[in-house]
């Protein structure tokens, strides 16, 4: 595929279309399309196409695309796949501008199916023919009303402002995600299927959307990301155009990617590198349908949030408390409110009410709902505060309705994002009420988990917002050793010469050799065998720790060569490193690793045997600054080991971000090096030594 978006304008606002297996026959596909058409008012030519009628209505057909005008801007095909390939070539023939293909049965369905997938593309291509599909849902552009679906659609709302684009890999995906967001009362600006992407593909309709004026937002739906560089560079631009884009994508449970020899490669997967550059791109990268649905909502409404912490309301002790658990889990930041909000709210608060957040009015607001309204202005005022989540139990009727009247004017006015939510699941609530909640364009929810779970989508969007900087250069690396996954001891060189701090040692060919080192590093030392083919040299027995004297040396080298031996009969070694023994510290593993598609990552986190077994580790972009990587520590599970845990004194983390900082400008600087690792880094309180260290160089070129 191109590294630049085609245009799909001619595609998603035709002048012409062409509808190929049109039908008066009700609940067939042609029928589908051509009801839609008429519905949505197309005022534009239409053609119709059939073998069967030579009239549909007061519509006259043709029997062949061969038949129709050139130029065509748009040709629906509502055929079997089987005929789609000659229909394709003929709309070639007509210089039509774009074609939709329904018709499943290609490239998911096995080898002869892919093979028709490609022949249609390069058909579709090589004919400058844009081509949706196949196996999709079509297309539905709101704003000009122009349905190209065979989905069953009414008259569409009239767009007041920017609506919604959709795009979704899978037309199941792109329904359900128009049908939540219009239940919500949202406008939707465009919906696109883009199926099996034999030719247009998500990027080309984000492309659309970025710079189309009806649209505000962009949801997505994707299960693959084809050309991960065009869509880093379009997310960019929708930010700078100040439009959210929030991104649902399987695949996070996925088994990660083998790749290379490394701890890094297994725990940079695919997933994890997508989402590590997109959320630097502050694209919001979800988790569950709810999110993508929730989130869009919000961040329509309010698409440049703050980046402080949230404010949360309710009428609840018990749910005050629970706030706190959930606030925790879903990274959503409490700030502590100021003394002038809380002498504000103490002068409307019952006496028993504690003015703090989380805020419960308690039962106050039963007999004063006035309560509700300037409690969540007082909040909404508060400089600390970036939003603001109200959550209550509704009550009756009349109670439902003094609650929105009291709440909806404040935060109907408010600038800050805020949500309401009336707590009860499916409870039914006053249909007065809720016409009343939704007309005001507030967001509105029954679950305080998922309001929660948004806001902190929009806290951590208004953070990504926050801390856009421009990436420095990436300083010249130093010669590199051979290609090829190189031994430990090279390895340990090239990074000594990056400023990496590494033990004392000497590599020995013999055993003559190695005694002679460890006489001058001075025991006690450690002995490890060195062969490319060998990584993992504990796996096989190829180290040994504490070697106190000549005699301990040459039994431990005589163990390693048996132990290899045994273990990987296929390798030869180079030799042994002997190393002087490091001091006692907690062992991380810090490592650079570039990707096929995405731009190189650097991974942190704590190494040693925990590598694989926890995996409690934080992906960034190589470029991230020794800031952020102290930010990332911070943030692992296991951070409480680098502060000081029991006996064990509290780490440095300065030099450690340094030594991944040096990764990743290595990585960077030098398009040969694949992959780079250190693992194990012994962190302490006197600095840090690179205890073993792994490198992956490729061929120049």
């Known amino acids: 595929m191109t590294t630049e978006p085609a245009s799909v304008a001619r595609l998603l606002t035709p002048r012409s279309i062409a509808l190929v297996g049109a039908s008066p026959e009700p609940g067939s596909l042609g029928n589908a399309v051509l009801n839609n058409l008429t519905c949505f008012g197309f005022a534009g030519t239409l053609h119709l196409v059939s073998r069967s009628h030579k009239e549909i209505g007061d519509r006259a057909c043709v029997g062949r695309i061969d038949d129709l005008p050139e130029g065509v801007d748009v040709v629906v095909l509502l055929i079997p796949a089987a005929a789609t390939p000659d229909a394709i070539a003929a709309c070639v023939r007509r210089k039509a501008g774009a074609a939709v293909v329904f018709a499943s049965g290609f490239g998911e369905a096995g080898a002869e199916g892919k093979e028709m997938q490609l022949r249609l593309a390069e058909t579709a291509r090589a004919g400058k023919l844009a081509l949706l599909g196949p196996n999709c849902l079509g297309a539905v552009n709101y704003a000009a009303g122009i349905p190209l679906t065979f989905e069953m659609l009414s008259e569409p709302p009239k767009l007041s402002g920017p609506g919604i684009g959709v795009i979704a890999q899978s037309g199941a995906m792109a329904g359900t995600i128009r049908y939540a967001l219009t239940g919500k009362g949202l406008p939707v600006s465009c919906v696109v299927s883009t199926g099996n992407e034999a030719d247009l593909g998500a990027e080309d309709f984000l492309a659309h959307l970025v710079d189309d004026n009806s649209t505000g937002a962009v949801a997505l739906f994707l299960e693959q990301i084809r050309r991960p560089r065009l869509f880093v560079r379009l997310v960019a631009r929708a930010r700078e155009k100040g439009k959210p884009v929030i991104l649902l994508h399987p ?19 695919n997933y994890e590198v997508m989402r590590t550059w997109l959320q630097r791109e502050a694209v919001v990268v979800v988790d569950t349908l709810d999110e993508l649905f929730d989130s869009t909502a919000l961040l329509h409404r309010y698409p440049r949030p703050s980046a402080r912490g949230a404010a949360v309301l309710t009428n609840s002790g018990a749910f005050r408390g629970l706030t706190l658990d959930f606030a925790e889990d879903f990274d959503l930041p409490l700030p502590e409110i100021a003394e002038a909000t809380k002498r504000a709210l103490a002068s409307v608060l ?30 909404l005022d508060d400089p600390a505060v970036g939003s603001l989540i109200v959550s209550v139990i509704g009550g009756g009727p009349r109670q439902q309705m003094d609650k929105a009247r009291s709440l ?26 809720v016409a009343f909640i939704r007309q005001s ?24 917002l926050a801390s856009r900087r421009v990436s420095a250069a990436p300083a010249r690396a130093p010669a590199r050793p051979a290609p090829g996954i190189v031994t430990e001891y090279r390895a340990k060189e090239f990074l000594a010469a990056c400023g990496v701090p590494v033990p004392p040692s000497a590599f020995a060919r013999t055993l003559a050799e190695a005694r002679s080192a460890a006489a001058r590093l001075d025991y006690p030392v450690v002995l490890k065998a060195q062969a490319a083919a060998l990584p993992h040299k504990s796996d096989a027995g190829g180290v040994v720790a504490g070697i106190d004297d000549e005699t301990a040396l040459t039994a431990a080298w005589q163990k390693i060569e048996s132990a290899v031996r045994n273990a990987r009969p296929d390798v030869t070694l180079d030799g042994m490193l002997v190393e002087a023994m490091a001091a006692p510290g907690l062992e991380l593993i810090l490592g650079a690793r570039r990707d096929d598609e995405w731009e190189p990552v650097l991974v942190v986190g704590l190494g ?40 064990l004194p509290p780490v440095d983390l300065a030099p450690i971000a340094r030594v991944a900082a040096t990764l990743g400008g290595l990585i960077r600087a030098a398009p040969d090096i694949a992959e780079i690792e250190i693992n194990p880094l012994r962190a302490n309180a ?7 260290a792994l490198m992956v160089v490729t061929p120049a070129g």
């Open 608 to 647: 040693g045997v925990w590598a694989e077994a926890l995996a409690d580790v934080r992906l960034l972009p190589a470029d991230a600054s020794e800031t952020e990587i102290v930010a990332a520590l911070k943030g692992l599970k296991g951070a409480s080991l680098l502060s000081g845990f029991r006996n």
């Open 686 to 692: 006197d600095g840090v030594v690179a205890l073993d």
């Open 408 to 433: 909806i004017p404040v935060l109907q006015a408010a600038a800050k994002p805020v949500s309401l939510v009336y707590m009860g699941d499916e409870s039914p609530l006053d249909p007065e009420c």
């Open 350 to 379: 019952p006496p028993l009410a504690v003015p703090d957040n989380p805020l419960d009015v308690t039962t106050g607001g039963m007999t004063n709902p006035d309560l509700f309204g300037a409690a969540a202005k007082a909040l």
């Open 251 to 269: 695949g996070r449970s996925a088994a990660a990617r083998e790749a290379a020899q490394s701890h890094t490669g297994a725990l940079a997967g």
């Open 441 to 464: 364009g507030v967001p509105f929810l029954r679950s305080p988990d998922r309001a929660l779970r948004a806001m902190a989508r929009a806290v951590a969007f208004g953070q990504a």
